[in-house]
């Protein structure tokens, strides 16, 4: 099992930047990924930003350039920079734990995000 809670979210003006971060408990020796989804109203949940065990990035083309992933090992957190923020960033997003052996995702219990214009 690996519990996930995030901090970091809330209201910022478009050209802004928020922070958020993701600290994980229990397995954590398990996980080979960790990443951020967002889902907006009506829309379906989608991959952000995501970092490997070894380090490797990939990040969704809308944020490329403006959001940065990182990841602490020694204090189990990831984090995700979101700078130069546009309304269309609104959402709820989640932070994620993949375990690929196991085929199981654990999910945080989300953070809102709002840009206003």
């Known amino acids: 099992q690996v519990q996930l809670v995030e901090s970091g979210g809330g209201l910022v003006q478009a050209g802004g930047s928020l922070r958020l971060s993701c600290a994980a408990s229990?397995?954590?020796?398990?996980?080979?990924?960790m990443g951020w989804y967002r889902q907006a109203p009506g829309k379906q949940r989608e991959l952000v930003a995501a970092?490997?065990?070894?380090?490797?990035?990939n990040y969704a083309d809308s944020v490329k350039e403006r959001f940065t992933i990182s990841r602490d090992n020694a204090q189990n957190t990831v984090k995700l920079q979101m700078n130069s923020l546009k309304p269309e960033d609104t959402a709820v997003y989640y932070c994620?734990?993949?375990?690929?052996?196991?085929?199981?995702?654990?999910w945080g219990q989300g953070t809102q995000v709002t840009v206003s214009s």
């Open positions: 994620n734990a993949a375990l690929w052996v196991l085929r199981v995702n654990f």
């Open positions: 229990g397995s954590i020796s398990t996980i080979n990924r």
């Open positions: 970092i490997t065990s070894d380090g490797s990035t």
